[in-house]
C-alpha cells in the first residue's frame, strides 16, 4: 500500500511536466518548426502515458491528436507507436533484397535474357541453320504453292489426287471451333541463339512459359484474332512418364470433343528434333524481315486402314489447303508437308494434324513468332469458310 500511495502523490506533478511540455511546443516555438514540434510533442505524449492508466492513455492522445488537427495541413502527425512497425520493415528490407523496376519499362518475361554462359568445350556440339524447302520431284509432289513430301505407298499421283478432291470442314460459328493440345508438352528449344549448344541439355522443361504451351499460346492468340473461338489444353500429357502419352492426349481430346461438339479441328503442337551425329539442325527462314523457325505439318495416310484413321483423307485435304494459306501469307514459313504413316491421334477428328514449330536446335523465341504466323493465317482459313464469300476481314 505504501509503494502504491507514493505513484499516487507522483502522478499530478509528471502530468503537468507533461502538459507543460505539450503547450510550450504547441503554443510557444514559431511555426515552420515541424520536426521539432513533433519531437515535443511526442516526449510529453511519452511522458504522460508512462504514468497514466490506459484509458487516460487514450483520452490524452486522442486530446492532443484533436488539438492538432488544426494544424494538420501545416504539421504532419507522426504516431511513434508507428516507429517500431518501420523498424520492422527496414529490417526486413534489408534481409530481404527488392527488385528495382524503375530502371526499366519492360516487363520481366520480356526483358532480355542473360549473356550465354559459357559451355565447357567437352560439351559442346554444332548447331547448323538450313532452309528445309526443296523442289518438286519424284516423292515431292506440288499443290498450287506448297510441296508434299509423301512418304507412302501411294504415288506421287494418287496422293494429288486425294489432295485435290472437294473438301468441307463442318465448321459452325456456334461455340469453340479449334483444340489446340500438346500431347509432348515440355519439349523445349536452345536457351540462346548460338552455332553451338550444351550436349547436356535434355530439351525438356515442365515450365509452360519456355515449351510448347508457349508455342501454343502463340497459335491461339493469332487465331482468335480473327474471331475464332479456340481451346488451348495446357497438359503435360508428357510428364511424368513420356511412355502413354498419346494414350492420355486421346482421352483429354474425347472429352472435349464430347462437351464441345462444335470443335471441328484439333491441332497437336510439337518441336521436332533434327540431328546429325553430333550436329543439331536448325530449321529457319526469313519471313517477313524476321529470322523464324519454320513449321512442318504431318498427315497422317491409312490407305490400306492399319491404322483404323478412317478420316485421313480429310485430314490430308485440309492440310494441303491449309499449308497453301500459310504459305500465301508468309511465304517460306513451311517445310513440305508430311504425309506419313502415323496415327497421331488423327482419327478423332476430320481436321486433326500434328503440326512441329521448329527443332530442338530452334531458340523458343524463333519458334514462337513462327507459331504467331502460323496462326494468323490458320484464322484467316477458318474464317473465310464462315463467309459467304470465302474471304474475311482481317484483324485489326
Request: hydrophobic share 35%; net charge negative.
Amino acid at each position: 500500500m505504501q509503494k502504491r500511495k507514493i505513484h499516487g502523490r507522483r502522478r499530478p506533478f509528471w502530468l503537468l511536466i507533461a502538459m507543460f511540455l505539450f503547450l510550450l511546443g504547441g503554443k510557444l516555438l514559431p511555426m515552420g518548426k515541424p520536426v521539432l514540434l513533433s519531437s515535443l510533442q511526442t516526449l510529453a505524449l511519452a511522458s504522460a502515458m508512462g504514468t497514466q492508466p490506459q484509458h487516460s492513455m487514450t483520452i490524452l492522445k486522442g486530446q492532443i491528436l484533436s488539438d492538432q488537427d488544426k494544424q494538420a495541413e501545416e504539421i504532419p502527425i507522426v504516431d511513434f507507436f508507428e516507429e517500431e512497425k518501420v523498424s520492422e520493415e527496414q529490417n526486413i528490407q534489408e534481409e530481404t533484397p527488392v527488385l528495382d523496376t524503375s530502371a526499366t519499362t519492360k516487363p520481366v518475361s520480356e526483358s532480355t535474357p542473360e549473356a550465354p554462359q559459357p559451355i565447357p568445350e567437352q560439351y559442346q556440339g554444332p548447331i547448323v541453320e538450313e532452309t528445309l524447302g526443296g523442289q518438286a520431284k519424284t516423292g515431292f509432289p506440288s499443290y498450287h504453292n506448297i510441296l508434299i513430301k509423301n512418304s507412302s505407298n501411294l504415288s506421287d499421283a494418287q496422293v494429288l489426287e486425294i489432295v485435290e478432291q472437294e473438301h468441307e470442314l463442318p465448321i459452325t460459328s456456334e461455340g469453340p471451333q479449334v483444340l489446340l493440345y500438346h500431347t509432348h508438352a515440355t519439349e523445349s528449344f536452345e536457351p540462346y541463339d548460338s552455332d553451338v549448344y550444351d550436349t547436356r541439355n535434355t530439351w525438356r522443361s515442365t515450365d509452360n512459359s519456355e515449351n510448347m504451351v508457349a508455342v501454343g499460346d502463340e497459335i491461339a492468340a493469332a487465331i482468335e484474332a480473327w474471331g475464332i473461338q479456340v481451346i488451348h489444353d495446357t497438359t503435360q500429357h508428357d510428364y511424368p512418364s513420356y511412355n502413354g502419352s498419346y494414350e492420355r492426349s486421346a482421352a483429354t481430346i474425347e472429352s472435349y470433343l464430347e462437351k464441345y461438339p462444335s470443335i471441328c479441328v484439333a491441332l497437336d503442337i510439337h518441336r521436332d528434333a533434327i540431328q546429325r551425329e553430333e550436329t543439331l539442325v536448325k530449321p529457319v527462314n526469313v519471313v517477313n524481315g524476321q529470322k523464324v523457325a519454320q513449321l512442318m505439318i504431318i498427315a497422317g495416310c491409312d490407305d490400306d486402314g492399319s491404322l483404323n484413321i478412317p478420316t485421313w483423307k480429310d485430314n490430308l485435304r485440309f492440310a494441303a489447303r491449309l499449308q497453301s494459306q500459310i504459305e500465301t501469307m508468309y511465304p517460306g514459313l513451311c517445310r513440305p508437308l508430311y504425309v506419313t504413316y502415323r496415327k497421331y491421334n488423327q482419327h478423332l477428328t476430320n481436321g486433326s494434324l500434328l503440326f512441329e514449330v521448329g527443332s530442338h536446335g530452334n531458340t523458343l523465341e524463333e519458334a514462337k513468332a513462327c507459331g504467331r504466323m502460323a496462326g494468323d493465317a490458320i484464322g484467316a482459313y477458318l474464317a473465310g469458310l464462315l463467309t459467304p464469300e470465302g474471304e474475311a476481314v482481317p484483324p485489326t
